[in-house]
C-alpha cells in the first residue's frame, strides 16, 4: 500500500481513464464462437418460428447465460448456467405477471434487487447470477400485453438460456484448464519459495496460489467425477512440502532477523533441487505429462546421499530425506489416475451448504456491512430510476434501471470505472450500429446476423475490458431492436440518454451513500487475528493429540486465514484508489500488522514440518498437558484480541508470557514458536495501540 485517498478529483480521473482503457487480455476463441452460435441459434430459430419479439427474448436469455458462463471460477459451467437459468425464469415470471400495477412492480423489483445485493457476499459469480435475475425482470421486449404473453416470453428466454447449458457441457474443450492452472500456479509459488529461502531463510509464503488452488480443488461429487488424474492429491502434498522447506532454512534459535545467515551448503542444494522439481511439476500439470528426468534424477541422487550420510545431524537430515520424500510423491500422485475426488478436501453437504449461505446472508444482512449498504443503493436506485422510467415518454424506459443494475458493484473504483466505461462505450456502439441501420436499412435477417457478430465480438473481447464490451453490447442492442421494428434513430436516443442516466445516478447514489473499504480493514483484521489463533492453538494441539480431527481443524483455520488476508489484501488495495483519508487505521498499523502475522505464519510452519517428521505424538506424553494450556490460552486471548478490535479497541495480550514459561523446557521448536507468536502478538498490540478510534464498516 502506498497511500490512501485519491482526493474526488484524481479519483474520478483515474477512474474514467481506467474505464475507458484496453486492458491486456487473453482471446477466448472456442468461448466466444460457442456463445455466438448459441445466441444465433436462439435468434434466428425464435425468429422462423414466432417472430420478432419472442426472437429478441431467446437471444437475450442466451447472451445473459453465456456472460455468466464465461466468468473465473472453478465450478461446473453446466451446473452454474442452470442455476443462473432458473433464477432468470423465476425473475422474469414475476416481473412480467406484476407489470401491469406499477406499486407492485416496484415492489417485486425492489425486494429482488435487495436480494440480489446481499447475493454479493456469497461471492462475484453468486452476486452476477442474482444481477442476472433482475436484469431479466426489467428487460421485456416487447412488454408483454397478457399473462399468456408473460408467460411466452419468459419460456422463450429460457430456452436460449438452456441452449447454452447444452452447447457448454457438449463443447467446452478447456473444461479442466482452470483448475490446471491454479494447481500450477500452486506448484510454483511453493517452488519461488524455495528460491527465496536461499537468500532469506526466514521469508515468509505467499499463500494466495494455494488458496485458489485449494478453491479449484473442492469440487461438487457430479462435478469432481471427470476430474482428470495429475490434479488430485497433489495439493495436500504442497502444503507439507512448503512447511519442509521452512524447516530446512531455519537458522535456528539464534536466527535474528535471519536476513544474515544463509542455510547450510546441503541445505542450500535440498532447496534448489526442490524448487527445480517443484517448476518442473508446475510444468507436468499444465501439460499432463511428467516431471521433466533431470529434475526427478537430481532429487533421487540428493536423496541417495542424504540417506548415507552418517555424520549429518540426525533431525535435520530427517527433514531434509522427508521433504525430497513428500517431493517424489508429488510425481506419483501426478501420474495416478483420478479418483474422483480430492481426499483432504471434501464437498460439503446440500444441508452444509445452505447453511453456510443462510449464515453469511444474515451476516451480510447485518447494520453496519457493506454488502448491506450496496443492496441498499441498489435497491433505491433501481426503484427510483424504474418508476422514473415509467413516468417519461419513453418506449424502453427499462434501460435507465438495467444500466443501473448492470454498472453498480460493492466497491467505489469498480463502479465509477464501470459507469465511465459503460457511458463511453454505449455512446461509440450506438452511434455505429445507429449510423449502419440508418443508412444500409438491412432486413430482420441480415440485423440478426449482425447482431450475433457483435456478440461473438463482445464474448472474444471479454477480458479486455468494460469498454470494449459496452461498445459491442450496446451496437447489439440496438440491431436487435432494429430486428424487432424499432426505429433506430428513437431507439439511439433513448438508448444513450437513458444509460447515461442511470449511470449518473448510480454515480451519485454512491457519493450521497457510500460504502469505503478503508473502514473495514479493522474488521479484517479482526478476521484474521481470529482465524491465526485457531491456526497456532490447532498446531500445538496436533504435536499433543495427533488426532484426524484436529489436523482437519487447523486445515480449515489455515484456510480461513489465508481467505481472511486476501480480503484485507482487497481492501486496502481498494482503499489505495477511493477519494477519501483513512477512516480507522494508518498504513503504518496496518503495514506492522502484516509484518506480525507473517512473523506467526512463518513459525508455525516448523511446527507444520514437525508434525509430518515427528510422528504422533509430537511431544512426550508428560509435556501434553503444557502444550494444550499453551493453545487454550492462546485461543482464548486471540479470540478477545478480534473482539476488541470489533469493538473499536486495541487488543491486549497480557498474561500470555506465562503461558510461554509452560512450555519453555520442551525440545525445539516448540518453545522458540512459541516466544516468537506471542512476541508477534504483543507487536500486533503495540502498532494498534494509540490509533484513532477503531471504526467497523459503515
Known sequence: MSHYGLGWRRFLGRASQAGVAVEPGPHEAVAALRGAVGVGIALFVALWWQGPGVAAAAAFGAHL?????????????????????AALAA???????????????????????????????????????????????????????????????????????????????????????PHREALAEGCASVADYGYLLTEWPTAPFDSRALLAARDASTLGRLHARGRPGG??????????????????????????????????????????????????????????????????????????????????????????????????RIETALEAPAPGSDARVRPPSAAQSLHKVATVLRASAATGSLIRRYALRATAVVVALTALGRALPVAHGYWAPMAAVLIMRPEAWQTYRRGAARMAGTVAGVAGATGLVLFVRPEPWVSGALAVLCIGTLYLEFRRGDFLTSVAGASYVVLLLALAGVPADVAAGERVGLTVLGALAVLVAYALFPAWQTTTIPVHLAEILEATGRYVADAFRLLARPDPGVHRELREALNDQRRAFADLRGAADAAEEEP???????????????????????????????????????????DVEAVEEFADRLASATDEGAAALLAGRAPEFTGLAEAVAGVAKLPEPVPRVAGIVVEALEELSAALEGERPLRRSG
Not at 500488522?593 to 504422533?616: K, M, N, S, W
Open 231 to 328: 490434479l488430485t492429491g497433489v495439493r495436500p502434498l504442497l502444503e507439507q512440502a512448503r512447511a519442509l522447506l521452512a524447516a530446512v532454512a531455519d537458522p535456528g534459535p539464534e536466527e535474528g532477523t535471519g536476513a544474515s545467515r544463509h542455510p547450510s551448503a546441503t541445505a542450500e542444494a535440498v532447496l534448489n533441487a526442490a524448487a527445480e522439481f517443484l517448476d518442473g511439476a508446475a510444468t507436468a500439470v499444465l501439460s499432463g505429462a511428467s516431471v521433466p528426468a533431470p529434475a526427478q534424477s537430481a532429487l533421487e541422487e540428493l536423496l541417495g546421499v542424504l540417506e548415507g550420510d552418517t555424520a549429518a545431524d540426525p533431525d535435520t537430515a530427517a527433514t531434509e530425506v522427508r521433504l525430497l520424500e513428500v517431493l517424489l
Open 580 to 622: 477519501v483519508r483513512p477512516q480507522g487505521l494508518s498504513e503504518t498499523a496496518v503495514t506492522r500488522c502484516r509484518r506480525a502475522f507473517a512473523a506467526i505464519q512463518r513459525a508455525v510452519l516448523l511446527l507444520e514440518a514437525r508434525h509430518t517428521t515427528a510422528g504422533p505424538p509430537g511431544v512426550a506424553a508428560e
Open 65 to 85: 447465460i453465456n456472460l455468466v458462463i464465461m466468468q473465473p471460477g472453478y465450478a461446473s459451467r453446466p451446473l452454474l448456467a442452470l442455476a443462473a437459468t
Open 91 to 177: 425473475a422474469m415470471l414475476t416481473g412480467g405477471l406484476a407489470a401491469p400495477w406499477t406499486l407492485l412492480f416496484l415492489l417485486a423489483a425492489g425486494v429482488w434487487t435487495y436480494a440480489a445485493g446481499l447475493s454479493w457476499a456469497l461471492g462475484p459469480v453468486p452476486g452476477l447470477v442474482a444481477i442476472t435475475a433482475v436484469v431479466g425482470m426489467l428487460f421485456l421486449v416487447p412488454q408483454p400485453e397478457s399473462p399468456r404473453e408473460v408467460v411466452r416470453q419468459a419460456l422463450a428466454t429460457a430456452a436460449g438460456c438452456l441452449l447454452q447449458v447444452v452447447l457448454v457441457g457438449l463443447w467446452h474443450p478447456r473444461r479442466w484448464e
